[in-house]
């Protein structure tokens, strides 16, 4: 019962991408360019292990932190202080983030480059600040987690390719996953706005300064319709310039990516409750899950 609960409270569902993406690129992607990658297998399961754990704990403090707004916002999904107790939750955490930090810790040591620890404490710490007090705050907490996972995927390349070396391959696979951080955090900004507009009642009840509250559902929905120009103009830089050297994930990318993100823009003007956002939220989970597949079409084609 226990295993089950925690589960639910990190999102396996979303730390299972994160494993995803992660194993696609090392393991398909760099290895299509031939690249020599500087992580041995236990250096990157250490690193990967560390992310997935500091990421775990960081949904688990921001559940602790939000009971109050989720008994308004989504009562039926609630689990601390419905299915277990705030202090058991928040002993999750700390066992959880110790054991992110640590690994972190003892990957950096392994590679031998300590003073980049503070990338995982700093990782985690804004984390917490987020869930404390950064979330309250518009727009900064919405940067907070985006910026967070945009850097969770460069972070991969950062640690796996020898900068000295500069090969054609390696500077187009950096290129690319560079490309991918980049969508990554637009396309987490824009969703991070519709999960506000989704969270007013409750954020409202616990007077938050988000922007749906500052600015009306109406005015925050332009915002996110800016946001998603972001990755549908990133996209259409791409398809325009690499449409003749790389016909078929460009063509994927066009399908799955660039035509639903124009879907979602246009959907955007006319949703108004909280059901049609929800969906404009997981429409936006598939098609980064999406976009992130198109790494194998690119290791098969390119």
């Known amino acids: 019962m226990n295993s089950v609960v925690y589960f639910k409270l990190i999102r396996w569902k979303n730390l299972l991408l994160i494993i995803y993406t992660y194993l696609l690129i090392k393991f398909l992607f760099f290895p299509s360019f031939s690249i020599e990658t500087a992580l041995s297998l236990f250096q990157f399961s250490l690193l990967l292990l560390s992310i997935v754990l500091i990421s775990a704990a960081g949904y688990i403090i921001n559940d602790i932190e939000d009971v109050i707004s989720d008994k308004i916002n989504k009562p039926k999904k609630l689990i601390v202080s419905k299915v277990i107790t705030k202090e058991k939750a928040l002993q999750w955490y700390k066992i959880t983030n110790t054991l992110g930090i640590a690994l972190g810790i003892i990957f950096c040591l392994n590679i ?16 917490y600040l987020y869930s404390k007090k950064l979330k309250s705050k518009p727009l ?77 559902v109406n005015r925050t929905k332009n915002i996110a319709n800016l946001t998603i120009l972001l990755p549908i103009g990133l996209l259409l830089f791409i398809l325009l310039n690499f449409s003749e050297s790389y016909k078929f994930t460009m063509l994927y990318l066009l399908i799955t990516v660039f035509l639903p993100l124009v879907y979602i823009s246009i959907k955007l003007f006319s949703v108004k409750n909280k059901n049609d956002f929800k969906k404009i939220s997981t429409l936006l989970k598939i098609t980064m899950f999406l976009g992130v597949n198109s790494l194998i079409i690119f290791s098969k084609f390119h």
Do not use: H, W
Request: glycine share 6%; net charge negative; with cysteine.
């Open 140 to 216: 900064i907490g919405n940067l907070i987690i985006a910026f967070l996972i945009g850097i969770s995927i460069f972070i991969l390349a950062f640690f796996e390719f020898n900068f000295i070396l500069k090969t054609e391959p390696q500077n187009l696979a950096f290129t690319i996953i560079t490309a991918l951080s980049i969508f990554a955090f637009c396309m987490n900004l824009t969703r991070e706005i519709i999960k506000d507009i989704e969270d007013v009642n409750g954020d409202y009840a616990l007077k938050i300064s988000t922007l749906p509250i500052l600015l009306g």
């Open 112 to 127: 031998g480059k300590p003073t980049y620890s503070f990338i995982f404490i700093g990782a985690s710490l804004l984390l």
